[in-house]
Antibody, heavy 116, light 107 residues
Framework: QVQLVQSGAEVKKPGASVKVSCQAS????????ISWVRQAPGQGPEWMGW????????DYAPKFQGRVTMTTDTSTNTAYLELRSLRSDDTAVYYC?????????WGQGTLVTVSS | DIQMTQSPSSLSASVGDRVTITCRAS??????LNWYLQKPGKAPKLLIY???SLQSGVPSRFSASGSGTDFTLTINSLQPEDFATYYC?????????FGPGTRVDIK
């Protein structure tokens, strides 16, 4: 069965960077894109961007352009999200999701807390 | 960006009720509209894609319709496990955008 397993919770100081991983299994990794979606406490989901696992092409939401990098490692079927210059309002649960238009399978989420 | 709105923002219903949630896009998105259910502390779960197609494994009491800018999600005979927050999302263009959500709780 399709599974996306994410790395564990992180606590970061303002101005730092965080890198979250998402390991996929149960399907051919390069067939689909991976989207990253975050959800701040008490808020709705927010789409951050996606990466093609086939060729590494990316499409970032304008809000995150310049601060985010999405990559994949096809040898380990893993996608990565790096977010830089963290601020307190980046505190959120970060999800990866398999993207075939809709996001049909999701990781369990990674809580990133930004606090001084 | 395409703005998505939902109504109502919350509703109270009883087991067995029929519930309808609406979603509106700020411009036409054809049928590139998805519906998700989310329970507290869990990831969103895809229910409906392409406005009206039921995701594999989702019970048939869920149905949806619409095209262009106006969409609806209907839950027939609400079950205890359906009490959750529902989000619509457009996948017509990036950035993909979500609606603000509709919380369905127990009356």
């Amino acid at each position: 069965q399709v599974q996306l397993v994410q790395s564990g919770a992180e606590v970061k100081k303002p101005g730092a960077s965080v890198k979250v991983s998402c390991q996929a299994s149960g399907y051919t990794f390069t067939t689909y894109a991976i989207s990253w979606v975050r959800q701040a406490p008490g808020q709705g989901p927010e789409w951050m961007g996606w990466i093609s696992a086939y060729n590494g092409n990316t499409d970032y939401a304008p809000k995150f352009q310049g601060r985010v990098t999405m990559t994949t490692d096809t040898s380990t079927n893993t996608a990565y999200l790096e977010l830089r210059s963290l601020r307190s309002d980046d505190t959120a649960v970060y999800y990866c999701a398999r993207d075939r238009g809709p996001q049909d399978h999701w990781g369990q989420g990674t809580l990133v807390t930004v606090s001084s | 960006d395409i703005q998505m709105t939902q109504s109502p923002s919350s509703l109270s219903a009883s087991v067995g009720d029929r519930v309808t949630i609406t979603c509106r896009a700020s411009q036409s998105i054809n049928n590139y509209l998805n519906w998700y259910l989310q329970k507290p502390g869990k990831a969103p779960k895809l229910l409906i894609y392409s406005a009206s197609s039921l995701q594999s494994g989702v019970p048939s009491r869920f149905s949806a319709s619409g095209s262009g800018t106006d969409f609806t999600l209907t839950i027939n005979s609400l079950q205890p496990e359906d009490f959750a927050t529902y989000y619509c999302q457009q996948s017509y263009i990036t950035p993909r955008t979500f609606g603000p959500g509709t919380r369905v709780d127990i009356k």
